[in-house]
């Protein structure tokens, strides 16, 4: 079946430093991809997706690469901040469906 | 944006009573539905898929007299715990897909905090 393997958190850096958040995933056909993020006591929200190969997701800085040969989608930003802080979920939809398969998800810690 | 509201945001009970969630989507038509379970730092597992006007599909695993699901309308679906005990504390989310024809994005409800003494 379907599954996403994020990294292990928590995640801590230093603020206007660089993050990646690594995600592999395993899925048959061509499935989708997202990025959902969780602030602390409030439900997920997404962030970015894409939809096929080699599509780039972005928004709030955050980007993210739909990589087929390699099957990632690891999610990246430049120069984070301190309300960056939270949990970052990698997801997939497989093609045809509803349904969601989540990551474990990365907790991102952002210090001044 | 869409908007997916949950009622009661947290729930104490006592062990043996049930609890009913809502979730809601406030500005447009769910014809699909999802409720989610959420352990303490780990990933959701998805419980069901609500669909209105029909019978819950529930994942492998899931009690479905343990954990009943209604989807009466459009816009509203419940989750209701019956007989709730300790191990059934957790975060529990849903989600709605907006089944817009260009993305079928779910939208996702700010969880409910569930104690059961």
């Known amino acids: 079946g379907d599954s996403v393997t994020q990294m292990e958190g928590p995640v801590t850096l230093s603020e206007e430093a660089f993050l990646t958040i690594n995600c592999t995933y395993t899925?048959?056909?061509?499935?989708?991809l997202f990025w959902y993020v969780q602030y602390p006591g409030e439900g997920l929200q997404l962030l970015l997706k894409a939809t096929k190969a080699d599509d780039k997701g972005s928004n709030k800085g955050f980007e993210a690469t739909y990589r087929k040969e390699t099957t990632s989608f690891h999610l990246e930003k430049g120069s984070v901040q301190v309300s960056d802080s939270a949990v970052y979920f990698c997801a997939l939809r497989g093609g045809g469906g509803n349904k969601l398969t989540f990551g474990t998800g990365t907790q991102l810690k952002v210090e001044l | 944006g869409a908007v997916v509201s949950q009622h009661p945001s947290r729930v104490i009970c006592k062990s043996g009573t049930s609890v009913k969630i809502e979730c809601r989507s406030l500005?447009?038509?769910?014809?699909?539905m999802f409720w989610y379970r959420q352990f303490p730092k780990q990933s959701l597992m998805l419980m069901a898929t609500s669909n209105e006007g029909s019978k819950a599909t529930y994942e492998q695993g899931v009690e479905k007299d343990k954990f009943l699901i209604n989807h009466a309308s459009l816009t509203l679906s419940t989750l209701t715990v019956t007989s709730a005990h300790p191990e059934d504390s957790s975060f529990y989310i849903c989600?709605?897909?907006?089944?817009?024809?260009?993305?079928?994005?779910?939208?996702f409800g700010p969880g409910t905090r569930l104690t059961v003494l």
């Open positions: 989600s709605a897909n907006s089944g817009l024809p260009t993305f079928n994005e779910q939208f």
């Open positions: 500005d447009f038509q769910a014809t699909t």
């Open positions: 899925a048959t056909g061509y499935p989708s």
